[in-house]
């Protein structure tokens, strides 16, 4: 796996998987704008799309999604050099309120007048508005060990904490060191 640098200034991080054609966040975005992987992504989860939030309607959720995506990715890619990135990432539990190193963190889309926005973003935290995102995922349920999509987005970012800790990463001064010696 490699890194790529988002914001230009080593604060928002995303991991490029092997293989894989792009990094995690591009692909993420690419996904929640594209009609017919939404289309399927809905027709196979209608269930709890209908049951969590209460939306049968198919053309209404794709619609939701991309208008959601919109004010997501405008806000992780229009990131001013001020903009304080742990306003908008928060620990994955939602039990914990204080974040420690190499937190699982999440960021969210923003409620709506339609509905709590269904979109995530997971990320590691390396140290005070310092974050490497590991993937992100449509959540339509309480809690993501339920759904197999969700699963493998906490299958990711524990691999990418294993990765950092078996590098011996543990801070941004670590990861620093890590990325220039590449």
């Known amino acids: 796996m490699t890194f790529d640098d988002i914001t230009g200034d080593g604060r928002l991080w995303a991991v490029r998987y092997d293989g894989a054609n792009d990094n995690e966040l591009f692909r993420l975005f690419e996904h929640w704008n594209d009609v017919m992987w939404l289309r399927n992504f809905f027709k196979e989860n209608i269930n709890d799309l209908?049951?969590?939030?209460?939306?049968?309607?198919?053309?209404?959720?794709?619609?939701?999604t991309i208008d959601d995506s919109e004010i997501l990715e405008g806000v992780i890619l229009d990131i001013s050099p001020e903009a304080d990135l742990d306003l908008i990432f928060r620990p994955?539990?939602?039990?914990?309120?204080?974040?420690?190193?190499?937190?699982?963190?999440?960021?969210?889309?923003?409620?709506?007048?339609?509905?709590?926005?269904w979109l995530r973003i997971?990320?590691?935290?390396?140290?005070?508005?310092?974050?490497?995102?590991?993937?992100?995922?449509?959540?339509?349920?309480?809690?993501?060990?339920?759904?197999p999509h969700t699963q493998a987005e906490l299958d990711k970012i524990e691999k990418v904490r294993r990765f950092l800790l078996d590098e011996g990463i543990v801070d941004d001064d670590g990861f620093i060191d890590y990325i220039s010696e590449l």
């Open 50 to 64: 209908s049951a969590y939030f209460k939306i049968t309607d198919i053309n209404q959720a794709i619609s939701d």
């Open 92 to 117: 994955l539990s939602n039990n914990r309120t204080i974040a420690e190193m190499l937190e699982k963190m999440k960021a969210r889309g923003e409620k709506t007048n339609r509905h709590d926005s």
């Open 122 to 147: 997971y990320a590691i935290r390396l140290a005070d508005g310092k974050y490497i995102i590991t993937g992100g995922a449509i959540k339509l349920t309480a809690t993501m060990q339920e759904r």
